[in-house]
Protein backbone atom coordinates (compact mmCIF):
# COMPACT_ATOMS: atom_id res chain seq x y z
CA UNK A 1 0.00 0.00 0.00
CA UNK A 2 2.74 2.19 1.01
CA UNK A 3 4.41 1.85 -2.79
CA UNK A 4 1.04 2.36 -3.99
CA UNK A 5 0.48 5.69 -2.32
CA UNK A 6 3.50 7.34 -3.86
CA UNK A 7 2.25 7.37 -7.20
CA UNK A 8 -0.26 10.30 -5.20
CA UNK A 9 3.14 12.23 -4.63
CA UNK A 10 3.38 15.83 -6.23
CA UNK A 11 5.40 16.74 -9.11
CA UNK A 12 5.82 13.14 -10.43
CA UNK A 13 4.00 14.57 -13.92
CA UNK A 14 2.12 11.37 -14.16
CA UNK A 15 -1.01 11.01 -12.41
CA UNK A 16 -2.01 14.53 -14.28
CA UNK A 17 -2.21 12.24 -17.52
CA UNK A 18 -3.14 9.31 -15.99
CA UNK A 19 -6.33 11.21 -14.63
CA UNK A 20 -6.94 12.61 -18.17
CA UNK A 21 -6.75 9.06 -19.81
CA UNK A 22 -9.41 7.64 -17.23
CA UNK A 23 -11.48 10.61 -18.01
CA UNK A 24 -11.49 10.51 -21.39
CA UNK A 25 -12.52 6.98 -21.13
CA UNK A 26 -15.11 7.68 -19.15
CA UNK A 27 -16.68 10.03 -21.58
CA UNK A 28 -15.85 7.45 -24.56
CA UNK A 29 -17.94 5.10 -22.20
CA UNK A 30 -20.78 7.23 -21.77
CA UNK A 31 -21.43 8.50 -25.45
CA UNK A 32 -20.80 4.71 -26.37
CA UNK A 33 -23.17 3.59 -24.05
CA UNK A 34 -26.03 6.31 -25.30
CA UNK A 35 -25.86 6.37 -28.71
CA UNK A 36 -26.05 2.58 -28.30
CA UNK A 37 -29.11 3.30 -26.63
CA UNK A 38 -30.44 5.46 -29.53
CA UNK A 39 -30.53 3.16 -31.70
CA UNK A 40 -30.90 -0.61 -29.99
CA UNK A 41 -34.19 -0.31 -28.54
CA UNK A 42 -33.45 -2.48 -25.58
CA UNK A 43 -31.45 -0.83 -23.16
CA UNK A 44 -33.47 2.38 -24.22
CA UNK A 45 -35.42 3.00 -20.84
CA UNK A 46 -32.60 1.27 -18.85
CA UNK A 47 -29.97 3.94 -20.18
CA UNK A 48 -31.17 6.43 -22.43
CA UNK A 49 -33.61 7.98 -19.95
CA UNK A 50 -31.76 8.13 -16.95
CA UNK A 51 -29.33 9.89 -18.96
CA UNK A 52 -32.08 12.45 -18.94
CA UNK A 53 -33.31 12.70 -16.09
CA UNK A 54 -29.66 12.91 -14.35
CA UNK A 55 -27.10 14.12 -16.95
CA UNK A 56 -29.61 16.62 -18.69
CA UNK A 57 -28.28 14.73 -21.80
CA UNK A 58 -30.94 15.55 -25.08
CA UNK A 59 -28.91 12.18 -26.95
CA UNK A 60 -28.74 13.67 -30.12
CA UNK A 61 -26.30 11.08 -32.01
CA UNK A 62 -24.22 14.13 -33.62
CA UNK A 63 -23.34 15.08 -30.06
CA UNK A 64 -22.90 11.57 -28.64
CA UNK A 65 -20.34 10.85 -31.50
CA UNK A 66 -18.27 14.09 -30.78
CA UNK A 67 -18.02 13.22 -26.92
CA UNK A 68 -16.96 10.10 -27.76
CA UNK A 69 -14.33 10.80 -29.84
CA UNK A 70 -13.22 13.59 -27.53
CA UNK A 71 -13.18 10.96 -24.96
CA UNK A 72 -11.13 9.21 -27.14
CA UNK A 73 -8.93 11.40 -27.83
CA UNK A 74 -8.17 12.52 -24.20
CA UNK A 75 -7.76 8.78 -23.44
CA UNK A 76 -5.09 8.22 -26.08
CA UNK A 77 -3.22 11.53 -25.84
CA UNK A 78 -3.32 10.90 -21.43
CA UNK A 79 -1.56 7.46 -21.99
CA UNK A 80 0.47 8.69 -24.32
CA UNK A 81 1.49 11.45 -22.03
CA UNK A 82 2.08 9.08 -18.86
CA UNK A 83 3.99 6.64 -21.31
CA UNK A 84 6.32 9.38 -22.16
CA UNK A 85 7.30 10.51 -18.79
CA UNK A 86 7.79 7.25 -17.44
CA UNK A 87 10.19 6.38 -20.57
CA UNK A 88 12.37 9.70 -19.31
CA UNK A 89 13.09 7.80 -15.87
CA UNK A 90 13.69 4.74 -17.35
CA UNK A 91 15.67 5.84 -20.74
CA UNK A 92 17.19 9.44 -19.79
CA UNK A 93 19.57 9.14 -22.79
CA UNK A 94 16.81 9.95 -25.19
CA UNK A 95 16.25 6.28 -26.81
CA UNK A 96 13.25 6.08 -28.61
CA UNK A 97 10.75 3.51 -27.70
CA UNK A 98 10.44 1.88 -31.16
CA UNK A 99 14.71 1.84 -30.81
CA UNK A 100 14.49 -0.07 -27.77
CA UNK A 101 11.57 -2.38 -29.17
CA UNK A 102 13.43 -3.68 -32.26
CA UNK A 103 17.18 -3.70 -30.18
CA UNK A 104 14.95 -6.11 -27.28
CA UNK A 105 12.66 -7.95 -28.87
CA UNK A 106 12.80 -8.06 -32.87
CA UNK A 107 17.04 -8.68 -32.73
CA UNK A 108 16.23 -11.75 -30.23
CA UNK A 109 14.61 -13.61 -33.01
CA UNK A 110 17.32 -12.96 -35.29
CA UNK A 111 19.80 -15.88 -36.36
CA UNK A 112 22.46 -17.80 -34.05
CA UNK A 113 26.07 -16.40 -35.25
CA UNK A 114 29.53 -17.18 -33.53
CA UNK A 115 32.73 -15.21 -34.49
CA UNK A 116 35.86 -16.14 -33.80
CA UNK A 117 38.76 -14.67 -33.44
CA UNK A 118 40.81 -11.83 -31.84
CA UNK A 119 42.30 -8.23 -32.18
CA UNK A 120 39.96 -5.26 -34.39
CA UNK A 121 39.29 -7.33 -36.93
CA UNK A 122 36.86 -9.27 -34.74
CA UNK A 123 34.96 -6.04 -32.82
CA UNK A 124 35.09 -4.50 -36.63
CA UNK A 125 32.65 -7.49 -37.71
CA UNK A 126 30.47 -6.95 -34.40
CA UNK A 127 29.88 -3.87 -35.48
CA UNK A 128 27.93 -4.99 -38.20
CA UNK A 129 26.22 -8.33 -36.96
CA UNK A 130 24.66 -6.51 -34.30
CA UNK A 131 21.92 -4.59 -36.48
CA UNK A 132 20.61 -7.85 -37.47
CA UNK A 133 20.72 -9.96 -34.46
CA UNK A 134 21.36 -9.77 -31.05
CA UNK A 135 22.16 -13.64 -30.71
CA UNK A 136 25.53 -13.09 -31.38
CA UNK A 137 28.60 -15.13 -29.44
CA UNK A 138 31.72 -13.89 -29.68
CA UNK A 139 34.67 -16.47 -29.20
CA UNK A 140 38.34 -14.50 -28.18
CA UNK A 141 41.78 -15.51 -28.08
CA UNK A 142 43.22 -15.25 -24.19
CA UNK A 143 47.19 -15.66 -25.23
CA UNK A 144 47.82 -11.91 -25.76
CA UNK A 145 50.46 -10.91 -23.66
CA UNK A 146 51.24 -7.41 -24.85
CA UNK A 147 50.55 -3.79 -23.66
CA UNK A 148 47.71 -2.95 -21.00
CA UNK A 149 46.44 -6.62 -21.18
CA UNK A 150 50.34 -8.30 -20.50
CA UNK A 151 50.84 -6.22 -17.68
CA UNK A 152 47.45 -7.20 -15.79
CA UNK A 153 47.95 -10.67 -16.89
CA UNK A 154 51.04 -10.99 -15.57
CA UNK A 155 50.47 -8.56 -12.37
CA UNK A 156 46.96 -9.49 -11.10
CA UNK A 157 47.18 -13.64 -12.85
CA UNK A 158 43.90 -12.62 -14.93
CA UNK A 159 43.55 -13.43 -18.53
CA UNK A 160 44.38 -10.90 -20.97
CA UNK A 161 40.87 -8.31 -21.12
CA UNK A 162 41.90 -6.17 -24.43
CA UNK A 163 40.16 -7.76 -26.95
CA UNK A 164 37.53 -8.96 -24.85
CA UNK A 165 36.48 -4.91 -23.61
CA UNK A 166 36.71 -4.16 -27.65
CA UNK A 167 34.28 -6.85 -28.60
CA UNK A 168 32.35 -5.80 -25.98
CA UNK A 169 32.22 -2.39 -27.01
CA UNK A 170 31.53 -3.30 -29.79
CA UNK A 171 28.05 -5.08 -29.02
CA UNK A 172 27.50 -2.37 -26.55
CA UNK A 173 23.97 -0.24 -27.27
CA UNK A 174 25.61 3.36 -26.87
CA UNK A 175 28.79 2.12 -28.24
CA UNK A 176 30.36 5.70 -29.72
CA UNK A 177 30.08 6.89 -25.38
CA UNK A 178 31.21 3.87 -24.46
CA UNK A 179 34.50 3.61 -26.46
CA UNK A 180 35.59 6.96 -25.81
CA UNK A 181 35.28 5.64 -21.95
CA UNK A 182 36.83 2.41 -22.56
CA UNK A 183 39.52 3.00 -24.42
CA UNK A 184 40.76 6.05 -22.55
CA UNK A 185 44.47 5.15 -21.50
CA UNK A 186 45.86 7.12 -18.79
CA UNK A 187 48.68 8.65 -19.97
CA UNK A 188 51.23 8.95 -16.72
CA UNK A 189 51.36 8.18 -13.46
CA UNK A 190 51.26 4.13 -12.53
CA UNK A 191 48.56 3.74 -14.58
CA UNK A 192 50.34 4.81 -17.84
CA UNK A 193 49.19 2.92 -20.94
CA UNK A 194 46.49 1.44 -19.50
CA UNK A 195 42.85 1.35 -20.35
CA UNK A 196 40.00 2.33 -18.36
CA UNK A 197 37.78 -0.52 -19.54
CA UNK A 198 41.11 -3.10 -19.04
CA UNK A 199 40.73 -2.05 -15.43
CA UNK A 200 37.44 -2.30 -14.89
CA UNK A 201 37.93 -5.76 -15.87
CA UNK A 202 40.37 -6.80 -13.97
CA UNK A 203 38.22 -4.76 -11.07
CA UNK A 204 35.31 -6.57 -11.75
CA UNK A 205 37.24 -10.02 -11.54
CA UNK A 206 39.04 -9.52 -8.55
CA UNK A 207 35.38 -8.41 -6.97
CA UNK A 208 33.87 -11.03 -8.33
CA UNK A 209 36.60 -13.64 -8.26
CA UNK A 210 35.66 -15.04 -11.74
CA UNK A 211 36.86 -13.33 -14.50
CA UNK A 212 33.80 -14.90 -16.57
CA UNK A 213 31.23 -13.68 -14.37
CA UNK A 214 33.57 -9.78 -15.07
CA UNK A 215 32.16 -10.44 -18.23
CA UNK A 216 29.32 -10.83 -17.30
CA UNK A 217 28.61 -8.14 -15.53
CA UNK A 218 30.30 -5.58 -17.57
CA UNK A 219 28.27 -6.98 -20.42
CA UNK A 220 24.94 -6.23 -18.17
CA UNK A 221 26.35 -2.62 -17.58
CA UNK A 222 26.95 -2.13 -21.38
CA UNK A 223 23.70 -3.64 -22.50
CA UNK A 224 25.62 -5.57 -24.74
CA UNK A 225 23.69 -7.10 -27.76
CA UNK A 226 24.96 -10.71 -27.64
CA UNK A 227 27.48 -12.17 -25.38
CA UNK A 228 31.52 -12.66 -25.53
CA UNK A 229 33.29 -15.30 -23.87
CA UNK A 230 37.11 -15.92 -23.63
CA UNK A 231 37.92 -19.72 -25.65
CA UNK A 232 39.48 -20.99 -22.67
CA UNK A 233 39.16 -19.90 -18.67
CA UNK A 234 42.86 -21.33 -18.41
CA UNK A 235 45.82 -19.13 -18.34
CA UNK A 236 48.20 -20.03 -21.99
CA UNK A 237 50.77 -18.80 -23.96
CA UNK A 238 51.41 -18.83 -27.27
CA UNK A 239 54.69 -19.89 -28.77
CA UNK A 240 55.48 -19.97 -32.37
CA UNK A 241 58.50 -22.20 -34.44
CA UNK A 242 60.02 -20.11 -37.40
CA UNK A 243 60.93 -21.77 -40.44
CA UNK A 244 64.76 -21.74 -39.38
CA UNK A 245 63.67 -23.85 -35.98
CA UNK A 246 64.01 -21.49 -33.67
CA UNK A 247 61.33 -21.04 -30.92
CA UNK A 248 59.88 -17.90 -29.26
CA UNK A 249 57.03 -17.66 -26.82
CA UNK A 250 54.47 -14.69 -26.05
CA UNK A 251 51.87 -13.52 -28.81
CA UNK A 252 53.25 -9.74 -29.31
CA UNK A 253 57.07 -11.58 -29.85
CA UNK A 254 55.93 -13.80 -32.61
CA UNK A 255 55.41 -11.12 -35.62
CA UNK A 256 59.44 -10.86 -36.98
CA UNK A 257 59.10 -9.14 -40.29
CA UNK A 258 61.22 -11.69 -42.94
CA UNK A 259 60.95 -14.67 -40.13
CA UNK A 260 58.42 -17.18 -41.96
CA UNK A 261 56.15 -18.89 -39.20
CA UNK A 262 56.55 -22.98 -39.37
CA UNK A 263 53.73 -23.55 -36.98
CA UNK A 264 52.09 -22.20 -33.81
CA UNK A 265 51.22 -23.88 -30.11
CA UNK A 266 49.82 -23.67 -26.46
CA UNK A 267 51.21 -24.19 -23.37
CA UNK A 268 49.59 -25.96 -21.97
CA UNK A 269 48.50 -27.84 -25.14
CA UNK A 270 45.80 -29.08 -23.05
CA UNK A 271 43.48 -26.26 -21.94
CA UNK A 272 40.42 -27.25 -21.11
CA UNK A 273 37.94 -25.10 -23.96
CA UNK A 274 34.82 -23.18 -22.36
CA UNK A 275 32.37 -25.25 -22.28
CA UNK A 276 29.26 -22.45 -23.23
CA UNK A 277 31.55 -21.77 -26.40
CA UNK A 278 31.46 -25.17 -27.72
CA UNK A 279 27.69 -25.19 -27.00
CA UNK A 280 27.19 -21.97 -29.01
CA UNK A 281 29.43 -23.30 -31.74
CA UNK A 282 27.41 -26.71 -31.64
CA UNK A 283 23.99 -24.33 -32.00
CA UNK A 284 24.97 -21.80 -34.48
CA UNK A 285 23.91 -21.14 -37.85
CA UNK A 286 26.62 -19.36 -38.87
CA UNK A 287 30.05 -19.72 -37.89
CA UNK A 288 32.40 -16.90 -39.11
CA UNK A 289 36.71 -17.19 -38.42
CA UNK A 290 37.99 -13.80 -38.53
CA UNK A 291 38.73 -11.45 -39.95
CA UNK A 292 42.17 -10.35 -37.46
CA UNK A 293 45.46 -11.81 -37.68
CA UNK A 294 46.43 -15.22 -39.04
CA UNK A 295 48.85 -16.39 -36.45
CA UNK A 296 48.19 -14.82 -33.79
CA UNK A 297 44.18 -14.00 -33.71
CA UNK A 298 42.59 -16.57 -34.99
CA UNK A 299 44.80 -19.96 -34.91
CA UNK A 300 45.49 -19.59 -31.00
CA UNK A 301 41.31 -20.38 -30.48
CA UNK A 302 41.80 -23.24 -32.91
CA UNK A 303 44.39 -25.04 -30.81
CA UNK A 304 42.18 -24.87 -27.74
CA UNK A 305 41.15 -28.94 -27.63
CA UNK A 306 37.80 -29.41 -28.47
CA UNK A 307 36.76 -26.03 -30.47
CA UNK A 308 38.53 -27.61 -33.69
CA UNK A 309 36.11 -30.80 -32.89
CA UNK A 310 33.32 -28.51 -32.35
CA UNK A 311 33.58 -26.71 -35.54
CA UNK A 312 33.94 -29.90 -37.63
CA UNK A 313 30.86 -31.36 -36.48
CA UNK A 314 28.49 -28.11 -36.19
CA UNK A 315 26.13 -27.97 -38.78
CA UNK A 316 25.91 -24.13 -39.59
CA UNK A 317 27.31 -22.75 -42.11
CA UNK A 318 31.30 -21.66 -41.49
CA UNK A 319 32.69 -18.60 -43.49
CA UNK A 320 36.27 -17.63 -43.13
CA UNK A 321 36.79 -13.82 -43.95
CA UNK A 322 40.59 -13.46 -45.55
CA UNK A 323 41.78 -10.35 -44.50
CA UNK A 324 42.35 -7.29 -46.84
CA UNK A 325 45.86 -6.86 -46.40
CA UNK A 326 49.19 -9.20 -45.71
CA UNK A 327 50.87 -9.04 -42.21
CA UNK A 328 54.64 -7.93 -41.22
CA UNK A 329 56.01 -11.48 -39.51
CA UNK A 330 52.71 -13.45 -39.99
CA UNK A 331 51.16 -13.26 -43.56
CA UNK A 332 53.95 -11.92 -45.29
CA UNK A 333 53.72 -12.46 -49.51
CA UNK A 334 50.42 -15.00 -48.28
CA UNK A 335 47.89 -15.22 -50.89
CA UNK A 336 44.33 -15.97 -50.34
CA UNK A 337 44.97 -19.87 -51.14
CA UNK A 338 48.13 -19.81 -48.12
CA UNK A 339 45.83 -18.27 -45.97
CA UNK A 340 42.89 -21.18 -46.15
CA UNK A 341 45.92 -23.76 -46.45
CA UNK A 342 47.22 -22.92 -43.08
CA UNK A 343 43.45 -22.61 -41.50
CA UNK A 344 43.14 -25.92 -42.64
CA UNK A 345 46.03 -27.11 -41.51
CA UNK A 346 44.84 -26.85 -38.19
CA UNK A 347 41.00 -26.80 -38.29
CA UNK A 348 40.57 -29.34 -41.55
CA UNK A 349 38.32 -28.41 -44.21
CA UNK A 350 36.00 -26.57 -41.66
CA UNK A 351 34.93 -23.62 -43.72
CA UNK A 352 32.60 -23.74 -46.97
CA UNK A 353 32.80 -20.12 -48.27
CA UNK A 354 36.01 -17.53 -48.07
CA UNK A 355 35.28 -13.85 -48.37
CA UNK A 356 37.57 -11.29 -50.06
CA UNK A 357 37.79 -8.14 -50.88
CA UNK A 358 37.78 -7.42 -54.21
CA UNK A 359 38.03 -3.22 -54.02
CA UNK A 360 41.65 -1.87 -54.75
CA UNK A 361 43.45 -0.31 -52.66
CA UNK A 362 44.51 2.95 -53.09
CA UNK A 363 47.72 3.93 -54.36
CA UNK A 364 49.28 6.21 -51.31
CA UNK A 365 47.25 3.63 -48.96
CA UNK A 366 49.71 0.86 -51.22
CA UNK A 367 52.80 2.81 -50.85
CA UNK A 368 52.64 3.53 -46.77
CA UNK A 369 51.55 -0.65 -46.41
CA UNK A 370 55.00 -1.51 -48.43
CA UNK A 371 56.68 0.36 -46.64
CA UNK A 372 56.09 -2.52 -43.40
CA UNK A 373 56.57 -5.11 -46.12
CA UNK A 374 52.57 -5.36 -46.35
CA UNK A 375 50.13 -5.55 -49.29
CA UNK A 376 46.81 -6.63 -50.73
CA UNK A 377 46.15 -10.34 -50.12
CA UNK A 378 46.33 -11.75 -54.33
CA UNK A 379 42.97 -13.59 -54.31
CA UNK A 380 44.16 -16.36 -56.61
CA UNK A 381 40.61 -18.27 -57.01
CA UNK A 382 41.50 -21.86 -58.52
CA UNK A 383 43.50 -22.40 -55.66
CA UNK A 384 40.88 -21.87 -53.39
CA UNK A 385 38.58 -24.12 -55.84
CA UNK A 386 41.58 -26.59 -55.26
CA UNK A 387 41.14 -26.68 -51.33
CA UNK A 388 36.96 -26.73 -51.90
CA UNK A 389 36.34 -23.25 -50.46
CA UNK A 390 34.32 -21.19 -52.52
CA UNK A 391 35.73 -17.49 -52.84
CA UNK A 392 32.57 -15.01 -52.62
CA UNK A 393 34.16 -11.33 -53.64
CA UNK A 394 32.77 -8.10 -53.16
CA UNK A 395 33.93 -4.52 -52.40
CA UNK A 396 34.66 -4.49 -48.90
CA UNK A 397 37.35 -1.63 -48.27
CA UNK A 398 37.07 1.18 -45.83
CA UNK A 399 39.80 3.19 -44.67
CA UNK A 400 40.42 4.94 -41.40
CA UNK A 401 43.40 7.70 -41.85
CA UNK A 402 45.92 5.60 -43.16
CA UNK A 403 44.44 1.66 -41.91
CA UNK A 404 42.66 -0.62 -44.08
CA UNK A 405 39.78 -2.68 -42.48
CA UNK A 406 36.63 -4.31 -43.42
CA UNK A 407 33.38 -2.07 -44.06
CA UNK A 408 31.34 -3.63 -40.93
CA UNK A 409 27.84 -2.99 -42.78
CA UNK A 410 28.88 -4.07 -46.12
CA UNK A 411 30.86 -7.11 -44.43
CA UNK A 412 27.74 -7.87 -42.11
CA UNK A 413 25.04 -7.81 -44.86
CA UNK A 414 27.49 -9.80 -47.31
CA UNK A 415 27.09 -12.20 -44.43
CA UNK A 416 23.51 -12.00 -43.76
CA UNK A 417 22.53 -12.74 -47.32
CA UNK A 418 24.80 -15.47 -47.72
CA UNK A 419 23.33 -17.02 -44.30
CA UNK A 420 19.96 -16.79 -45.85
CA UNK A 421 20.73 -17.79 -49.73
CA UNK A 422 19.41 -20.92 -50.28
CA UNK A 423 22.86 -22.27 -51.72
CA UNK A 424 24.72 -26.29 -50.65
CA UNK A 425 26.30 -26.24 -47.58
CA UNK A 426 29.41 -27.44 -49.74
CA UNK A 427 29.19 -25.78 -53.04
CA UNK A 428 30.60 -28.38 -55.88
CA UNK A 429 31.72 -26.63 -59.38
CA UNK A 430 31.74 -28.42 -62.92
CA UNK A 431 35.24 -28.43 -65.00
CA UNK A 432 34.03 -24.61 -66.48
CA UNK A 433 32.71 -23.46 -64.03
CA UNK A 434 33.84 -20.14 -61.74
CA UNK A 435 34.51 -20.40 -58.85
CA UNK A 436 33.96 -16.80 -57.55
CA UNK A 437 30.77 -15.51 -56.50
CA UNK A 438 28.99 -12.42 -55.84
CA UNK A 439 26.60 -11.33 -53.62
CA UNK A 440 24.22 -10.88 -56.30
CA UNK A 441 24.67 -14.59 -57.27
CA UNK A 442 24.52 -15.80 -54.11
CA UNK A 443 21.08 -14.21 -53.62
Given at each position: MRQLAKWLYPGLQVKRWLLLAAAGFLLTLASSALLAARFWPFPRQLVLEWGKAHLGLAAAWPWLVLGGLAGLAANIYGLYRAVKSLLVVVQPDGTRLVDLLYARHFLKRGPRIVVIGGGTGLSTLLRGLKKYTSNLTAIVSVADDGGSSGRLRQDMGILPPGDIRNCLVALADRESLMEQLFRYRFPSGELAGHSLGNLLLAGMADLTGSFQQAVHDISRVLAVRGRVLPVTLQKCTLGARYADGEVVWGESSIPQPGRPIAEVFLSPADCPPLP???????????????PGSLYTSI????????????????????????????QPGETEGFTASRHLEVLQQYAGRVVDWMIVNRAPVPAAVRERYAAQQAGPVLVDEAECARLGVAVLAEELLQIEGQVVRHHPDRLASLLMGLLLADRPLRPRWGNNARPTASLRTVL
Open positions: EAVAAIAQADLIVLGLPNLLVPGIRQALQQAAGRKVYVCNVMT
